[in-house]
T-cell receptor, first 111, second 111 residues
Framework: EAGVAQSPRYKIIEKRQSVAFWCNPI?????LYWYQQILGQGPKLLIQ????????DSQLPKDRFSAERLKGVDSTLKIQPAKLEDSAVYLC?????????FGQGTRLTVV | SQQGEEDPQALSIQEGENATMNCSYK?????LQWYRQNSGRGLVHLIL?????REKHSGRLRVTLDTSKKSSSLLITASRAADTASYFC???????????FGSGTRLLVRP
């Protein structure tokens, strides 16, 4: 069974630029999460999708972050404009039951 | 913050010793899960304990749950150098599919 795929693996951008991350969950997984993990901290939930609907986006900074999940499968997370404090690893996870399966993450550095 | 707390933040032990890490969470839960994260990689699910369970075993792992104290502990017995990683608890909330992570314990097992 293929795992959760994320791209790119690494991204370096200047502040005020925009960036997008892509996630392909495990086939058939209805729930998809995006997390932000700052170095030395635990993953912070940004947004949760159930199929292609948003279940929770209470922690998503909506003035600069946006996310969509087209047709209930792939998802993209966008930041525009980026700030220095957005430097982190962005993790995508999907679930069918209780156990979450994570991708390798995208490490974003904003300079 | 949504996140729970874990202690200790860091733990260094000798190979063969047992490692215990603790987690506290904030809301009523459906289940609590533990994940491992090796440096620079995604999270991997280790074990799940439901809210009506008090203790669960899986190989060298033992998890306990005290819902009255909103706390859980993870015991790794006979640790190995390969157990060196960060460990996170994640609470699955009662009313939704939200999966909220703690701050993590960094475990170093010295050969």
């Amino acid at each position: 069974e293929a795992g959760v795929a994320q791209s790119p693996r690494y991204k370096i951008i200047e502040k005020r630029q925009s960036v997008a991350f892509w996630c392909n969950p495990i086939s058939g997984h209805a729930t998809l999460y995006w997390y932000q993990q700052i170095l030395g901290q635990g993953p912070k939930l940004l947004i949760q999708f159930q199929n292609n609907g948003v279940v929770d986006d209470s922690q998503l900074p909506k003035d600069r972050f946006s996310a969509e999940r087209l047709k209930g499968v792939d998802s993209t997370l966008k930041i525009q404009p980026a700030k220095l404090e957005d430097s982190a690893v962005y993790l995508c996870a999907s679930t069918w039951g209780f156990e979450a399966f994570f991708g390798q993450g995208t490490r974003l550095t904003v300079v | 913050s949504q996140q729970g707390e874990e202690d200790p933040q860091a733990l260094s032990i000798q190979e063969g010793e047992n490692a215990t890490m603790n987690c506290s969470y904030k809301t009523s839960i459906n289940n609590l899960q533990w994940y491992r994260q090796n440096s620079g990689r995604g999270l991997v699910h280790l074990i799940l304990i439901r809210s009506n369970e008090r203790e669960k075993h899986s190989g060298r792992l033992r998890v306990t749950l005290d819902t009255s104290k909103k706390s859980s502990s993870l015991l790794i017995t006979a640790s190995r150098a390969a157990d060196t990683a960060s460990y996170f608890c994640a609470s699955r909330m009662d009313s939704s599919y939200k999966l909220i992570f703690g701050s993590g314990t960094r475990l170093l097992v010295r050969p």
